[in-house]
């Protein structure tokens, strides 16, 4: 079926240990995105890119680096992972105009220990 | 700079009954407008959306909202509960394509009791 997939679904980090989530899409979208979600908090959002080969700083950009080497795919890296960063992160794309929102994945639930 | 306000983090309902959850946005330009909904340990599922056609918009599950331009309004409506309809429901705005980002809403929870 058409959409995001995320991997891994589930994760535990011990702190200082790094990692890298995956996102792919396979819809042919320009734009993609990467959130965290915490309780109370909403969706506050982390990086986000606009093309192959472009990223750009979100919210909540510190502690998180992302690459967009191909059109289909959006990485998120953890350099040395801290408790803070425990959270539930989702993926989501778009197309160009906008008009049919986001599809998100179906997160990456994170623990830092 | 645009926003989303939700008013009400929780909203509890008797299954059956109408379900209100209010969004309020700003926007210097005519928008598009989102509902998601968010079941338990799920991602986020589009409900509807308003694209500048008909002001009101049917969605998935018997849900519908209204945009009111006036009131810069887009609030989602069911007219009867279903207990399956518990989750965390967020508004979203983009004010058209020249922007990146959606703006989201903090989000609302609904409760529905039997």
């Known amino acids: 079926n058409a959409g995001v997939t995320q991997t891994p679904k589930f994760r535990v980090l011990k702190t200082g240990q790094s990692m890298t989530l995956l996102c792919a899409q396979d819809?042919?979208?320009?734009?993609m995105y990467w959130y965290r979600q915490d309780p109370g908090m909403g969706l506050r959002l982390i990086h986000y890119?606009?093309?192959?080969?472009?990223?750009a700083k979100g919210e909540v950009p510190d502690g998180y680096n992302v690459s967009r080497l191909k059109k289909q795919n959006f990485l998120l890296g953890l350099e040395s992972a801290a408790p803070s960063q425990t959270s539930v992160y989702f993926c989501?794309?778009?197309?160009?105009?906008?008009?049919?929102?986001?599809?998100f994945g179906s997160g990456t639930r994170l623990t830092v220990v | 700079a645009q926003s989303v306000t939700q008013l009400g983090s929780h909203v509890s309902v008797s299954e059956g009954a109408l379900v209100l959850l209010r969004c309020n946005y700003s926007?210097?330009?005519?928008?598009?407008l989102f509902w998601y909904v968010q079941y338990p340990n799920q991602g986020l599922q589009l409900l509807l959306k308003?694209?500048?056609?008909?002001?009101l918009v049917k969605g998935i599950n018997g849900f519908e909202a209204e945009f009111k331009k006036s009131e810069t309004s887009f609030h989602l409506t069911k007219p009867s509960a279903h207990m399956s309809d518990a989750a965390e429901y967020f508004c979203?705005?983009?004010?058209?394509?020249?922007?990146?980002?959606?703006?989201f809403g903090k989000g609302t929870m609904l409760l529905v009791s039997p």
């Open positions: 308003y694209t500048s056609a008909a002001t």
């Open positions: 989501a794309s778009r197309d160009w105009t906008g008009r049919d929102g986001y599809t």
């Open positions: 926007s210097s330009v005519p928008p598009y």
């Open positions: 979203a705005v983009i004010p058209n394509s020249g922007y990146s980002t959606l703006t």
């Open positions: 819809m042919n979208h320009e734009y």
């Open positions: 890119s606009v093309g192959e080969g472009t990223t």
